[in-house]
């Protein structure tokens, strides 16, 4: 910034009120926070407009970044009482927000912010090298996402304004799907990304270096990384050194052993063949499923009450209640979330009110095959509103220490 464009310049202070910028600005700062700290930006504050600068306030979702209730962040990138780097670029109906120079927001808002104050409210953080420069009227971000005003929008952006967690955990790069264009999905839809890899038999990463290297790429990113433990040999193929290096794990029940030794795939009919018995088949599905959930150490269970093609459209007849209820209590027993599944539209409303009503917790989760295919959460924005759940019905991952591998470990052999 040169001098001749510099409206502000402060070396050191808690809290700021600086007189109105225009309405095209750069602010750029270093800021320092305490634990628990309620500390901000505010820009244009007639209309609220608010980047958070905190991420340890008891039970708040949204991270140092964040525009409060347009954008959130969901991982935190920088600690407390270490000092970083905050950008604030605004200009027309345009907002970005960088912390230590990585795009954690790009707003576009309907219409354009206008002029107002410009506030940084401590008093429990600290901002050093503050300025504010002023940008030329017509300044504009050619590469800004357009606004999101359809229905779907708004209420992912209502959710969010509410402290839920919109976050989809079950993200894959593969099929064309990169790491930028989910980043670019996540800051156009507000929905984050839990990018995760395919860990097992015949998969995508089938040892402990892969699954390391994996990690290694994400890291730095503003996005959560997860390990998919496919199959029941997972445990043996990747030490708990090496999988408790991932945020959190999930895995499913979609591929088991049955009572005579045919190991399959659910979604593969090839490898299901005919089912003679379903009352039968589904009585080993429940076992396996409960078994999964009592013997494996992951946080997250998804694809949930998953029926091969042969089965899938008596859903409803064969998920009894006494079925669903084994299910869902070994889910809670094992303090494991469930899926709400936007790619087979899973589990099912009654599925959802059981497991609620035992207190399990819930997660957005795609389950995308590529890039064509990654959905809004459409599924569970429908089940947050048929079935009431509340903010605080969701998962959020727990720090390293905390986390089911942490807490439960590998069953012994």
């Not at 402060?10 to 800021?31: I, K, T």
């Not at 589904?282 to 269970?301: F, N, W």
């Given at each position: 910034?040169?001098?001749?464009?510099?409206?502000?310049?402060?070396?050191?202070?808690?809290?700021?009120?600086?007189?109105?910028?225009?309405?095209?600005?750069?602010?750029?700062?270093?800021?320092?926070?305490?634990?628990?700290?309620?500390?901000?930006?505010?820009?244009?504050?007639?209309?609220?407009?608010?980047?958070?600068?905190?991420?340890?306030?008891?039970?708040?979702r949204?991270?140092?970044?964040?525009?409060?209730?347009?954008?959130?962040?969901?991982?935190?990138?920088?600690?407390?009482?270490?000092?970083?780097?905050?950008?604030?670029?605004?200009?027309?109906?345009?907002?970005?927000?960088?912390?230590?120079?990585?795009?954690?927001?790009?707003?576009?808002?309907?219409?354009?912010?206008?002029?107002?104050?410009?506030?940084?409210?401590?008093?429990?953080?600290?901002?050093?090298?503050?300025?504010?420069?002023?940008?030329?009227?017509?300044?504009?971000?050619?590469?800004?996402?357009?606004?999101?005003t359809?229905?779907?929008?708004?209420?992912?952006?209502?959710?969010?304004?509410?402290?839920?967690?919109?976050?989809?955990?079950?993200?894959?790069?593969?099929?064309?799907?990169?790491?930028?264009?989910?980043?670019?999905?996540?800051?156009?839809?507000?929905?984050?990304?839990?990018a995760?890899?395919?860990?097992?038999?015949?998969?995508?990463?089938?040892?402990?270096?892969?699954?390391?290297?994996?990690?290694?790429?994400?890291?730095?990113?503003?996005?959560?990384?997860?390990?998919?433990?496919?199959?029941?040999?997972?445990?043996?193929?990747?030490?708990r050194?090496?999988?408790?290096?991932?945020?959190?794990?999930?895995?499913?029940?979609?591929?088991?052993?049955?009572?005579?030794?045919?190991?399959?795939?659910?979604?593969?009919?090839?490898?299901?063949?005919?089912?003679?018995?379903?009352?039968?088949?589904?009585?080993?599905?429940?076992?396996?499923?409960?078994?999964?959930?009592?013997?494996?150490?992951?946080?997250?269970?998804?694809?949930?009450?998953?029926?091969?093609?042969?089965?899938?459209?008596?859903?409803?007849?064969?998920?009894?209640?006494?079925?669903?209820?084994k299910?869902?209590?070994?889910?809670?027993a094992?303090?494991?979330?469930?899926?709400?599944?936007?790619?087979?539209?899973?589990?099912?409303?009654?599925?959802?009110?059981?497991?609620?009503?035992?207190?399990?917790?819930?997660?957005?989760?795609t389950?995308?095959?590529?890039?064509?295919d990654?959905?809004?959460?459409?599924y569970?924005?429908?089940?947050?509103?048929?079935?009431?759940?509340?903010?605080?019905?969701?998962?959020?991952?727990?720090?390293?220490?905390?986390?089911?591998?942490?807490?439960?470990?590998?069953?012994?052999?």
């Amino acid at each position: 910034m040169t001098r001749r464009d510099l409206l502000f310049g402060v070396a050191a202070a808690q809290s700021l009120r600086l007189s109105a910028p225009q309405h095209n600005f750069e602010l750029d700062a270093e800021a320092q926070v305490e634990p628990g700290a309620d500390a901000s930006i505010r820009f244009q504050s007639a209309r609220g407009f608010v980047v958070q600068i905190s991420s340890s306030q008891p039970g708040e979702r949204a991270k140092t970044g964040s525009l409060l209730g347009l954008r959130h962040l969901y991982k935190q990138l920088v600690a407390d009482r270490e000092w970083f780097r905050i950008n604030l670029v605004v200009r027309q109906a345009n907002a970005q927000v960088r912390l230590n120079g990585v795009l954690v927001a790009d707003y576009t808002h309907p219409e354009p912010f206008g002029a107002g104050t410009l506030e940084l409210h401590g008093p429990d953080a600290v901002f050093r090298g503050v300025r504010v420069k002023k940008l030329p009227d017509d300044a504009r971000n050619e590469n800004a996402p357009p606004p999101q005003t359809d229905a779907l929008a708004q209420k992912l952006q209502t959710l969010a304004a509410q402290n839920y967690p919109v976050v989809d955990y079950h993200t894959h790069l593969k099929g064309g799907l990169t790491l930028d264009l989910a980043l670019q999905h996540w800051l156009t839809t507000g929905i984050g990304v839990g990018a995760a890899v395919n860990c097992g038999l015949g998969m995508e990463v089938r040892e402990p270096a892969g699954a390391r290297k994996f990690i290694q790429s994400l890291q730095g990113q503003p996005v959560y990384i997860a390990m998919q433990a496919e199959g029941r040999e997972w445990m043996d193929m990747f030490p708990r050194d090496v999988a408790s290096e991932f945020e959190y794990i999930f895995t499913d029940s979609m591929t088991w052993t049955d009572d005579r030794g045919k190991r399959m795939r659910l979604w593969r009919p090839n490898e299901v063949g005919v089912i003679p018995d379903p009352q039968e088949f589904m009585e080993t599905l429940v076992r396996r499923t409960v078994g999964i959930l009592e013997r494996e150490p992951v946080d997250i269970y998804v694809n949930p009450t998953f029926l091969p093609a042969p089965l899938d459209k008596r859903y409803d007849e064969l998920w009894t209640d006494a079925r669903i209820t084994k299910v869902v209590k070994a889910a809670k027993a094992s303090d494991i979330a469930i899926e709400l599944n936007d790619r087979y539209k899973l589990p099912g409303e009654r599925v959802v009110q059981a497991a609620k009503a035992e207190g399990v917790k819930f997660t957005f989760g795609t389950n995308n095959a590529g890039a064509s295919d990654l959905g809004r959460c459409e599924y569970g924005v429908e089940m947050v509103e048929r079935c009431k759940l509340q903010w605080s019905d969701f998962f959020v991952p727990r720090p390293k220490g905390d986390r089911a591998i942490d807490r439960r470990g590998y069953p012994s052999r």
